[in-house]
């Protein structure tokens, strides 16, 4: 009996008091889960931001990948149409006419700049935005996830509030709830952290993609636009060339000029003797 | 009245059917080898020659018309592009009026491009085709007169070799006929036979006459016209390749005027983004005395400042300065701000050169 030293009363009275520290511990506890709460309410909001940033971005790049798709489509119609007009000249091109060969070395050139342009906007725009779509299911998804783990850690909570908040306390359900906690703040934190340094990232790394596909797109025009004005003006030559070797056919276009060449064949009619 | 107008149309009628079946008739003879064809190989040629100028015009005139279309599309998708970056901008981004005028310019440019293509070289092509479908007429007019020609010639020509085998074959009846008639009739039968002869012999004659007047008019026009036009075509097209190639050469000279203009509004902002993205960085790695420092401004001197204190920031106009916040902000007298020099940034990248300067003297970038 030398542990019963403490009277009957003391021995209440410690029973007692051990019943109060424990009621304070909980109430504090449930202060800090509550206080934890509105916290994680906050700091949701501020998520919720990033969230709608993130939906944004991913909006404006869908955007953009489509434009810069239908571009290089139209790039290609360029290409296609402006090939048939030079085969049309190719083609009706008498092989006696000034500057056939020059002709056929620019129509070749051009077909060249146009593929290198075509290619060039496939690598550097094309892709680009593909690959930088690409990246926002994925991340989506996490924020997703982020959500289910934040359901689960709320509810967790609630669970160990109500339990502690309980007139008859059962400790070894607490204790479990509390294990349950834990687990689920820890993964929730996990998730939590690693979208929060992630995210303003991406959102600040959108500036950076629209950039280079601007950069990227406005210098491959220029070395193009600069290329392409060069075989426009050989072209205008080899013409003016042929203009210079056909100079004694009127060229009047407007009406009908009736241009009878000297020497050439005059009026005929057919012969009255006829043959067969 | 209305019969009148009814019996004149059914009269015009009845000739052109009759015209048809005669030249129908002519053909299927010529066909059939019974009767021989005028045939003029050099004016064959020239048809050949126009036939395929015809078809090369068309042919030219439609891919014109492809490419403008190509053209169109092409101004459209360059203008989306540029609306996704102007969307994009924000207002305290480098640039956004310039880029604002650039995307004017370059709508502008592509509108007159297309314009003029379509003014020059598409209307030139219109106007050089519409002749062709008159000539094609009178060619084929030509053909069906030179049938009628031939029709008439064959008719003429049997009735000069049947002429003398009517006379045979009418005498033994008309003689009969003679030897029984009344005496105040003898002669006149026979005299009336060849009278009738005569007269279809002499409108054959006619007919020939007409019809050969007719087509060597039409012919002799084809002769003339066929030629000049086809020696035409070298000028038609060097007219539209040459303008073609001319407004070209201008277009994509200018445009890429306008991409180096855009490419260095993209590097200034490219360079405006790297230092607001590495000082960011700096003071996110700094300690928590330096974070509070930031402030996310820029200015830009607009006048010299020289420093008249060891804590004063001296200035040359144009520097470009990061703004702070001051570590006591009761230290900040009006008007006054802290601020880092962009260069001294690049130059030690921390923030130890920093000092006080006048605002009045700086404008917002």
């Given at each position: 009996m030398a542990e019963n030293k403490m009277g009957p009363n003391l021995q209440a009275g410690a029973g007692i008091f051990a019943k109060r520290v424990q009621k304070s511990l909980n109430r504090a506890q449930e202060k800090v889960l509550q206080k934890l709460g509105k916290t994680m309410e906050t700091k949701d909001e501020q998520f919720e931001l990033c969230s709608q940033n993130l939906n944004k971005q991913q909006i404006d790049g869908s955007r953009l990948f489509k434009d810069v798709k239908a571009y290089y489509a139209a790039v290609k119609g360029m290409h296609e149409t402006s090939k048939r007009l030079s085969q049309t000249l190719s083609d009706i091109y008498e092989s006696d006419w000034d500057g056939v060969k020059d002709l056929a070395v620019i129509t070749e050139s051009e077909d060249l700049l146009w593929n290198d342009y075509e290619e060039k906007i496939n690598d550097q725009l094309v892709r680009t935005m593909e690959n930088y779509t690409s990246q926002f299911p994925e991340v989506k998804e996490r924020v997703a996830k982020r959500g289910r783990k934040l359901v689960d850690y709320d509810s967790a909570r609630h669970h160990l509030e109500a339990l502690q908040g309980a007139?008859?306390?059962d400790e070894a359900k607490i204790a479990k709830a509390e294990e349950e906690f834990n687990k689920a703040q820890n993964v929730f934190e996990e998730i939590n952290n690693e979208l929060r340094e992630e995210l303003p990232v991406l959102h600040q790394s959108r500036i950076g993609c629209y950039v280079t596909v601007f950069e990227n797109i406005s210098n491959l025009r220029d070395v193009f636009y600069k290329e392409m004005s060069g075989l426009n003006r050989e072209l205008y030559n080899v013409m003016k060339k042929l203009e210079t070797q056909h100079s004694?056919?009127?060229?009047?276009?407007k009406g009908l000029n009736r241009c009878v060449d000297p020497g050439s064949k005059t009026c005929r009619t057919p012969a009255l003797e006829a043959w067969g | 009245m209305a019969e009148i107008g009814k019996g004149v149309t059914a009269g015009k009628l009845a000739i052109n059917v009759q015209k048809r079946l005669t030249r129908a008739q002519e053909k299927v003879l010529q066909k059939l080898g019974k009767a021989d064809e005028t045939r003029d190989v050099v004016f064959e040629e020239m048809v050949a020659n126009f036939n395929k100028q015809m078809g090369e015009g068309t042919k030219l005139q439609k891919d014109l018309k492809a490419y403008l279309a190509a053209v169109k599309t092409m101004h459209d998708a360059s203008r989306r592009l540029q609306d996704c970056l102007a969307d994009m901008?924000?207002?305290?981004?480098?640039?956004k009026e310039e880029m604002d005028a650039l995307a004017e310019d370059t709508d502008t440019m592509w509108l007159d491009y297309h314009q003029s293509i379509t003014d020059k070289s598409l209307q030139d092509m219109d106007m050089y085709l519409s002749q062709f479908p008159d000539i094609k007429a009178r060619i084929a007019k030509r053909d069906r007169k030179l049938v009628d020609f031939d029709s008439a010639r064959h008719h003429f020509t049997s009735l000069q070799k049947g002429k003398k085998k009517d006379e045979a074959k009418i005498a033994k009846p008309a003689a009969l006929l003679e030897m029984a008639a009344p005496s105040w009739a003898q002669g006149l039968i026979s005299a009336h036979q060849v009278a009738q002869t005569n007269l279809s012999y002499n409108q054959a004659e006619e007919d020939l006459g007409r019809a050969q007047k007719i087509f060597e008019e039409l012919n002799v026009e084809l002769q003339d016209e066929l030629p000049a036009l086809w020696d035409r075509r070298v000028g038609v097209y060097v007219n539209t390749f040459q303008s073609l190639a001319g407004h070209q050469e201008k277009f994509h000279k200018e445009m890429s005027k306008l991409s180096e203009n855009l490419n260095d509004i993209m590097t200034k902002l490219e360079e405006q983004r790297q230092i607001k993205f590495s000082f960011t960085d700096f003071i996110c790695k700094s300690d928590v005395n330096e974070k509070?420092?930031?402030?996310f401004l820029q200015v830009k001197a607009v006048h010299d400042y020289a420093a008249t204190d060891g804590d004063e920031l001296e200035l040359k106009m144009g520097d470009v300065v990061l703004v702070l916040a001051f570590d006591?902000?009761?230290?900040q007298d009006d008007g006054w701000l802290m601020g880092l020099k962009e260069s001294h940034w690049f130059q030690k990248k921390d923030i130890s050169a920093k000092g006080v300067f006048p605002e009045n003297f700086t404008q917002r970038v």
């Open positions: 007139k008859k306390k004694g056919k009127a060229f009047i276009i | 901008y924000e207002p305290d981004w480098f640039g509070r420092l930031f402030c006591n902000p009761d230290e």
